[in-house]
């Protein structure tokens, strides 16, 4: 199986690891530490040496209760790091719903859109929709994400009951909805979205019977790393959760899981831990 983007056909035939980039002052895991474009670039640097694959910038934090980020803010954070990242050789994703921000980075050359809201945000009066940029741009790879409600109020009110035949059938639904504006579906790719609107139990029964998703035929990309879910996991007698730098044995156990589940794209922070958990998964398969 191969994933078509911009510059690159990315082989899927082994699970591969997208590294977490975030060039924001307040992401849960890592914000402000990688908030300006020198410190950012090493660390994508330093990635690429752990082993990952391919890397996604992001600009917006979506953590639950964040606040929205002005447009003109997150080109600041995302553009001065696109223009150096496509240098290095690998696939660029960029993490944004921002019609706007998805073609200026497409201008800059980025390979994947990776977005929250599966294109359905609308631009600015007189500009293109998200699914105007994406379905006129000739290659570029789509990743489309299940979200309930939206992040000021998705763990307020989280989904009811199975989440699973509801996650299938609105990636279904949205990668219907590109391919009827003529986009190629070895283009998309789809994430059921772990941690954005769902209870820790519908997480896990995502990742349970994440087969039931791999039945839509198209790729399956997978964000477990840190989440709340880990740390509830992780938590036991404890009065608090785990901090989110002491979720990475449970981040590296759910994304092996995942990748022996048949997951094909495991976005991380850790990469050098999961790149080596796959290195011993590739031994006994």
Not at 65 to 83: D, N, Q, T
Not at 133 to 149: A, F, Q
Not at 211 to 218: H, I, K, N, P, V
Request: hydrophobic share 45%; glycine share 8%; proline share 6%.
């Amino acid at each position: 199986m191969q994933w078509k983007t911009t510059r690159f056909e990315i082989d899927l035939s082994k699970p591969r690891v997208m590294g977490i980039v975030n060039v924001t002052p307040d992401s849960f895991s890592d914000g402000g530490q990688h908030a300006d474009t020198r410190a950012a670039l090493q660390h994508c640097e330093q990635m690429l040496r752990e082993g990952a694959h391919l890397l996604d910038i992001g600009g917006e934090s979506t953590r639950p209760g964040s606040p929205a980020v002005p447009l003109a803010e997150e080109l600041s954070r995302v553009v001065p790091l696109v223009k150096e990242a496509v240098k290095l050789g690998v696939p660029i994703s960029v993490d944004t719903y921002k019609p706007e921000v998805m073609a200026a980075v497409l201008d800059l050359g980025a390979d994947v859109i990776n977005d929250i809201w599966a294109l359905r945000r609308l631009g600015a009066a007189g500009h293109a929709s998200a699914m105007e940029v994406v379905s006129g741009h000739p290659d570029c790879g789509i990743c489309l994400m299940h979200m309930h409600r939206d992040p000021q109020s998705m763990q307020v009110a989280p989904m009811d009951g199975d989440a699973v035949p509801q996650v299938r059938q609105f990636l279904e639904q949205a990668a219907e909805a590109i391919q009827m504006r003529g986009v190629d579906r070895r283009r998309i790719v789809l994430d059921p979205g772990i941690g954005f609107g769902k209870t820790v139990a519908q997480n896990f029964s995502l990742l349970a019977r994440q087969q039931e998703l791999l039945a839509t035929g198209f790729p399956l990309l997978v964000g477990w790393s840190r989440k709340s879910s880990i740390a509830a996991a992780l938590q036991g007698k404890a009065q608090e959760l785990p901090a989110p730098s002491e979720r990475v044995i449970g981040s590296v156990a759910a994304a092996l899981l995942a990748a022996e589940r048949g997951a094909h794209i495991l976005r991380v922070h850790d990469v050098h831990e999961t790149v080596q958990a796959l290195r011993i998964l590739d031994s006994v398969t």
